[in-house]
């Protein structure tokens, strides 16, 4: 490892004149001020005020911070420091470590006060601690600490603002200055943005609202996105204090468990975590929704300056953070999510937040914006309409869309694992040179394998058949929903899976294909599926509004394949099933929620002024049944005109 180190951005700089670093590298060796002026032939007082001008210009308190200052500076190398190498160091044990870094920036009462010990008892453990490392003096200790990267410009400077902040890519730069705003005037804010660019805006708002003493904790569930969410966070903080997870025992100890990164340390206990980061030292702390309860204990009298919430859809883990009773205190939180909840008993008119629990929506982050910044692909909505999808209809369609559209990679997402199985094997009877696939649950050996062959195999039409996640950057050309009995919330999950790119430049278009039955004619699925888009996209939701309101339809919404001759496709290019479908489960909410209260009618409380009565009469009576027809023709479609044809959203 070398020993030169470039000065850190925010470190300000020491005298750098031959004079200045001739002092330095003396006070960084293990000789007292008594001992440098005998070897000097001068007095002691010139080196008291040699060394009083140093830390002056270094704006430290003490010797041992003006030694980890020039050290950070890169000035001085293990030789001045008076070891051979760094290899006594790695050797320290967790607590050693600590005991490091409070020493670089604090006095021993500061560092008692942390450790919950007196003072006798912290010369004793630095005493210890030079017995391990073989030095003479803690200063020497605590250089070494800096070359080797434990020790950071954080623990030297306690009391000094410090952030460091990248170049901020401009699809973010928005987002970023709202959340800010909105994290100074409430200490809240609620960003909705795709689950990949979550990670990339917490880490901008912590560089620019970090300073050397912020302790940061982030929460994330320890699923698909763990590994990148702390790596992307870790580098974040890697000079304005450490970074530690902080895991329950049992998903430590999981089989198959996601990956932590490499130079990330891992606590399972509340001793573990303290050991790690203390109390009060500059830190990011990452966590899972279940590792809260583990800190709560911990942090009753020292509260996160800034929380961070990182969800795929709120309230999983949204709720958890901030006022839930596993949360220790904090004094800002940002809750990050893909969608919020399209109903809920405490909704909003806005978005189906509460805001009581989550704050008002600060800011959104378009998929646009993320499919121009490379970060999603673009799509296109189009709807299909089969006799039955539970048997032979769905084969013949799957054939006929890969047919008509030359798909090569196509993704069925259906309700179940059960129905996922029986889809596969309705497929594989319409044509048996079709290489399908059922994938298995996340935690399945075979798991990774499947999607691998799905990736790259040789075969010309590959279908991968699912009930439930799917993995991001599969880089399908379609993703066939196939039931309109899932949450919007989950649908729009797997959405957001289809159109995470697999690499740089892997762009094409994403074709999302709702698959209705033609039986019962309201289009359950393309409700479905275009209440989890407008859940990604408020601009989309407006439009959808709009379309409602007129009755004419949704210009973006294609046809993927021919209507059978009897359907009325107006009723397909309307996307009324989408807000009414959406209506009648607010209604739903309302009506159970009146019944537990016991108190008001649940017609009285409609959101949207209706009665759930009326509202029922008009669903009986004015959407009459389509009947059924033959399976939709193989014959290849030309796409719509782009006016009529929306390929981004």
């Given at each position: 490892?070398?020993?030169?180190?470039?000065?850190?951005?925010?470190?300000?700089?020491?005298?750098?004149?031959?004079?200045?670093?001739?002092?330095?590298?003396?006070?960084?060796?293990?000789?007292?001020?008594?001992?440098?002026?005998?070897?000097?032939?001068?007095?002691?007082?010139?080196?008291?005020?040699?060394?009083?001008?140093?830390?002056?210009?270094?704006?430290?308190?003490?010797?041992?911070?003006?030694?980890?200052?020039?050290?950070?500076?890169?000035?001085?190398?293990?030789?001045?420091?008076?070891?051979?190498?760094?290899?006594?160091?790695?050797?320290?044990?967790?607590?050693?470590?600590?005991?490091?870094?409070?020493?670089?920036?604090?006095?021993?009462?500061?560092?008692?006060?942390?450790?919950?010990?007196?003072?006798?008892?912290?010369?004793?453990?630095?005493?210890?601690?030079?017995?391990?490392?073989?030095?003479?003096?803690?200063?020497?200790?605590?250089?070494?600490?800096?070359?080797?990267?434990?020790?950071?410009?954080?623990?030297?400077?306690?009391?000094?603002?410090?952030?460091?902040?990248?170049?901020?890519?401009?699809?973010?730069?928005?987002?970023?200055?709202?959340?800010?705003?909105?994290?100074?005037?409430?200490?809240?804010?609620?960003?909705?943005?795709?689950?990949?660019?979550?990670?990339?805006?917490?880490?901008?708002?912590?560089?620019?609202?970090?300073?050397?003493?912020?302790?940061?904790?982030?929460?994330?569930?320890?699923?698909?996105?763990?590994?990148?969410?702390?790596?992307?966070?870790?580098?974040?903080?890697?000079?304005?204090?450490?970074?530690?997870?902080?895991?329950?025992?049992?998903?430590?100890?999981?089989?198959?468990?996601?990956?932590?990164?490499?130079?990330?340390?891992?606590?399972?206990?509340?001793?573990?975590?303290?050991?790690?980061?203390?109390?009060?030292?500059?830190?990011?702390?990452?966590?899972?929704?279940?590792?809260?309860?583990?800190?709560?204990?911990?942090?009753?009298?020292?509260?996160?300056?800034?929380?961070?919430?990182?969800?795929?859809?709120?309230?999983?883990?949204?709720?958890?953070?901030?006022?839930?009773?596993?949360?220790?205190?904090?004094?800002?939180?940002?809750?990050?999510?893909?969608?919020?909840?399209?109903?809920?008993?405490?909704?909003?008119?806005?978005?189906?937040?509460?805001?009581?629990?989550?704050?008002?929506?600060?800011?959104?982050?378009?998929?646009?914006?993320?499919?121009?910044?490379?970060?999603?692909?673009?799509?296109?909505?189009?709807?299909?309409?089969?006799?039955?999808?539970?048997?032979?209809?769905?084969?013949?369609?799957?054939?006929?869309?890969?047919?008509?559209?030359?798909?090569?990679?196509?993704?069925?997402?259906?309700?179940?694992?059960?129905?996922?199985?029986?889809?596969?094997?309705?497929?594989?009877?319409?044509?048996?040179?079709?290489?399908?696939?059922?994938?298995?649950?996340?935690?399945?050996?075979?798991?990774?394998?499947?999607?691998?062959?799905?990736?790259?195999?040789?075969?010309?039409?590959?279908?991968?058949?699912?009930?439930?996640?799917?993995?991001?950057?599969?880089?399908?050309?379609?993703?066939?929903?196939?039931?309109?009995?899932?949450?919007?919330?989950?649908?729009?999950?797997?959405?957001?899976?289809?159109?995470?790119?697999?690499?740089?430049?892997?762009?094409?278009?994403?074709?999302?294909?709702?698959?209705?039955?033609?039986?019962?004619?309201?289009?359950?699925?393309?409700?479905?599926?275009?209440?989890?888009?407008?859940?990604?996209?408020?601009?989309?939701?407006?439009?959808?509004?709009?379309?409602?309101?007129?009755?004419?339809?949704?210009?973006?919404?294609?046809l993927a394949l021919p209507l059978p001759a009897d359907a009325d496709e107006q009723r397909a290019r309307a996307v009324c099933a989408w807000a009414d479908t959406t209506v009648a489960e607010e209604m739903r909410d309302t009506a159970e929620r009146a019944r537990a209260t016991d108190t008001l009618h649940p017609d009285l409380l409609s959101p949207t002024g209706l009665r759930l009565s009326a509202w029922q009469a008009v669903r009986r009576h004015g959407l009459p049944s389509a009947p059924a027809?033959?399976?939709?023709?193989?014959?290849?479609?030309t796409w719509p005109s782009p006016s009529t044809s929306r390929d981004t959203v």
């Amino acid at each position: 490892m070398s020993t030169a180190m470039a000065r850190p951005a925010g470190v300000p700089a020491p005298l750098d004149d031959a004079a200045s670093q001739a002092w330095a590298r003396r006070m960084a060796g293990p000789l007292t001020a008594e001992e440098i002026a005998e070897q000097l032939g001068c007095n002691v007082v010139e080196v008291t005020g040699a060394v009083t001008r140093l830390r002056r210009a270094a704006d430290v308190r003490s010797r041992t911070a003006l030694v980890a200052a020039h050290t950070l500076a890169g000035h001085l190398t293990a030789h001045n420091l008076g070891a051979p190498g760094l290899d006594t160091i790695g050797d320290l044990g967790p607590e050693q470590l600590l005991l490091l870094r409070l020493s670089a920036g604090h006095s021993t009462g500061d560092i008692a006060a942390e450790l919950g010990n007196s003072r006798a008892t912290v010369s004793n453990y630095r005493a210890n601690l030079l017995v391990s490392t073989g030095l003479a003096s803690i200063h020497q200790a605590v250089g070494l600490g800096c070359l080797a990267g434990i020790v950071r410009p954080a623990d030297v400077y306690p009391d000094r603002e410090y952030n460091t902040t990248a170049p901020l890519p401009a699809h973010l730069a928005t987002v970023v200055d709202r959340a800010r705003r909105a994290l100074a005037d409430t200490g809240r804010a609620l960003v909705v943005a795709p689950r990949a660019e979550q990670a990339g805006l917490a880490r901008a708002v912590t560089d620019r609202e970090a300073d050397a003493g912020t302790r940061v904790l982030a929460v994330t569930p320890y699923g698909e996105h763990w590994a990148s969410d702390v790596a992307t966070l870790a580098a974040t903080r890697r000079e304005a204090g450490h970074v530690a997870v902080l895991l329950t025992r049992s998903e430590a100890e999981r089989p198959g468990r996601p990956p932590t990164p490499p130079g990330v340390p891992v606590a399972t206990s509340l001793r573990g975590m303290r050991r790690l980061v203390g109390t009060t030292l500059p830190a990011t702390v990452i966590t899972t929704p279940a590792g809260l309860e583990i800190l709560a204990a911990a942090h009753t009298h020292h509260p996160f300056d800034l929380s961070i919430a990182l969800d795929d859809h709120l309230p999983q883990v949204g709720e958890r953070v901030g006022r839930h009773p596993s949360c220790p205190p904090v004094r800002a939180v940002l809750r990050l999510t893909s969608t919020p909840r399209l109903t809920a008993t405490g909704r909003t008119r806005h978005e189906g937040c509460d805001p009581y629990t989550t704050g008002p929506i600060t800011a959104n982050l378009m998929p646009c914006q993320a499919v121009e910044a490379g970060r999603m692909r673009p799509y296109r909505l189009a709807a299909a309409a089969a006799p039955g999808l539970r048997g032979e209809g769905l084969g013949d369609l799957v054939l006929a869309l890969a047919s008509a559209h030359h798909l090569a990679r196509v993704v069925v997402h259906g309700a179940t694992d059960r129905d996922a199985a029986r889809l596969a094997k309705a497929i594989t009877d319409g044509d048996g040179g079709v290489q399908i696939d059922v994938l298995p649950a996340g935690h399945d050996p075979e798991h990774n394998t499947v999607v691998s062959r799905f990736r790259h195999g040789p075969h010309q039409l590959r279908v991968l058949v699912t009930g439930g996640r799917l993995p991001a950057g599969l880089d399908a050309d379609a993703l066939i929903h196939t039931t309109g009995e899932l949450p919007a919330a989950r649908t729009a999950a797997a959405i957001e899976a289809a159109l995470t790119p697999v690499g740089p430049g892997r762009q094409r278009p994403l074709l999302l294909i709702a698959a209705d039955s033609t039986a019962h004619g309201r289009w359950g699925t393309l409700s479905t599926l275009t209440a989890a888009l407008a859940a990604l996209d408020p601009d989309l939701k407006k439009d959808l509004r709009r379309a409602r309101a007129t009755g004419g339809g949704w210009p973006g919404l294609e046809l993927a394949l021919p209507l059978p001759a009897d359907a009325d496709e107006q009723r397909a290019r309307a996307v009324c099933a989408w807000a009414d479908t959406t209506v009648a489960e607010e209604m739903r909410d309302t009506a159970e929620r009146a019944r537990a209260t016991d108190t008001l009618h649940p017609d009285l409380l409609s959101p949207t002024g209706l009665r759930l009565s009326a509202w029922q009469a008009v669903r009986r009576h004015g959407l009459p049944s389509a009947p059924a027809a033959g399976p939709p023709a193989r014959q290849r479609l030309t796409w719509p005109s782009p006016s009529t044809s929306r390929d981004t959203v």
